[in-house]
């Protein structure tokens, strides 16, 4: 985990050491097969500034989506799509669309729907297994840290908990 300052050090120096002005966050870089590596977050901001303050509570209702808010369908899972133009601009200042990123969202949202068939396959009952699925992706670990991609989890999960009419 790094640290990041939510108002840049280079613009607000006074607040370098502010509690309020830090934030935890991943190492910023994710890797493709082959060696490839790409920044985001904190490494891909630098001193720019951010629309968002990712730790207000309406910023946290902020989620990963198929669909946006004006309609557009994405065909890509891994692809994050933000309506309002300045969280748009957030999202490609943090890199939240690099091809890794895409591809673990991808991949996490893969993972999930393998279980899912599994699960249908074997005749077991789908509901109490998504609200498991979801609680599980709600849960932080002892580090208080959710599991990778949890609001890719969450969001498909909720996607089959209203298809099963739950």
């Known amino acids: 985990m790094r640290i990041e300052h939510l108002e840049p050090r280079s613009t607000a120096p006074e607040l370098m050491y502010d ?5 935890g966050v991943c190492g910023g870089r994710s890797g493709m097969p082959g060696g490839e590596y790409y920044t985001h977050c904190d490494r891909a901001r630098r001193d720019r500034p951010l629309t968002i303050r990712p730790t207000a509570a309406v910023e946290a209702s902020l989620r990963y989506a198929r669909q946006a808010p004006d309609g557009e369908v994405n065909d890509d899972p891994g692809l994050w799509l ?3 133009a300045e969280l748009q ?3 490609d200042t943090l890199h939240l669309n690099n091809p890794a990123l895409r591809r673990a ?3 996490a949202e ?6 899912l068939e599994r699960r249908h396959k074997q005749g077991k009952p789908m509901v109490p297994f998504l609200r498991q699925l979801w609680q599980a992706a709600a849960t932080p670990d002892g580090e208080g840290c959710l599991p990778a991609f949890a609001p890719v ?4 999960v909720e996607g089959k908990l209203r298809a099963h009419g739950a």
């Open 19 to 23: 509690w309020e002005n830090l934030l």
């Open 82 to 84: 933000i309506a309002p």
């Open 89 to 91: 601009a957030d999202v």
């Open 105 to 107: 969202r991808r991949d």
């Open 110 to 115: 893969k993972n999930v729907a393998t279980l």
């Open 153 to 156: 989890v969450q969001r498909y």
